[in-house]
């Protein structure tokens, strides 16, 4: 069974620019939660994709973005890089479906994106 | 609205002494809760979780973690230390199983010999 896998592993880019980071979900899973994590502070939830459609997002700004394909992979595109960018990005799969019980996160190795 | 509060960002132990990881939430529907481990440059793992039933929780590697409703809070202890565990610990807490997590700033663990 493959875990969850992010590409790329590291990205520098500079303000102003795009970024796309990617997502693999672990087999079986149908639901990915974004997370970003700053230097020296907790992952805070970007948002999640259940069977290709937004299920919640947390407090950020519309240049955040992101799709689910029909595989179940992931992508977060962020626009107008800022140099607060900077973070960590974490993926999330899990199984979700209504009326489920518990249904574990299992994080990614993340995606270490500086901006200059 | 959820929240976690984790005391104490860095926590020094002798190698073999007991580990208590602070975490206290807030939570206005009953609470998931989770403590994840993350070792440098690599993402999270689940040490345990609670959803509901048994109030004290056993997981991975020694760590157990107990839910006090009244004290709202879901501490961390391991008997006895080991230098394999210096990592960066989390307390999140969430409504649902599946939905977002809400993360406390995390607790660096350190293990002297």
């Known amino acids: 069974e493959t875990g969850v896998t992010q590409s790329p592993t590291h990205l520098i880019k500079t303000r102003g620019q795009q970024v796309t980071l990617r997502c693999s979900s672990q087999s079986g899973h149908n639901t990915v939660s974004w997370y970003q994590q700053a230097l020296g502070q907790g992952p805070q939830f970007i948002f999640q994709?259940?069977?290709?459609?937004?299920?919640g997002r947390g407090n950020f700004p519309p240049r955040f973005s992101g799709l689910q394909f029909p595989n179940y992979s992931s992508e977060l595109n962020v626009n107008a890089l800022e140099l607060d960018d900077s973070a960590l990005y974490l993926c999330a799969s899990s199984y979700g479906g209504r009326g489920s019980s518990y249904n574990e996160q299992f994080f990614g190795p993340g995606t270490r994106l500086t901006v200059l | 609205a959820q929240s976690v509060t984790q005391l104490g960002s860095h926590v020094s132990v002798s190698e073999g002494a007991l580990v208590l990881l602070r975490c206290n939430y807030s939570?206005?529907?009953?609470?998931?809760l989770f403590w994840y481990v993350q070792y440098p440059n690599q993402g999270l793992q689940l040490l345990l979780k609670y959803t509901t039933g048994a109030t004290l929780v056993k997981g991975i590697n020694g760590f157990e973690a107990e839910f006090k409703k009244s004290e709202t809070s879901f501490h961390l202890t391991k008997p006895s230390a080991h230098m394999s565990d210096a990592a960066e610990y989390f307390c999140?807490?969430?409504?649902?199983?599946?939905?977002?997590?809400?993360f406390g700033s995390g607790t660096r663990l350190l293990v002297r010999p």
């Open positions: 939570s206005s529907v009953p609470p998931y």
């Open positions: 999140a807490v969430s409504r649902d199983s599946s939905y977002k997590l809400i």
């Open positions: 994709y259940y069977r290709e459609e937004e299920n």
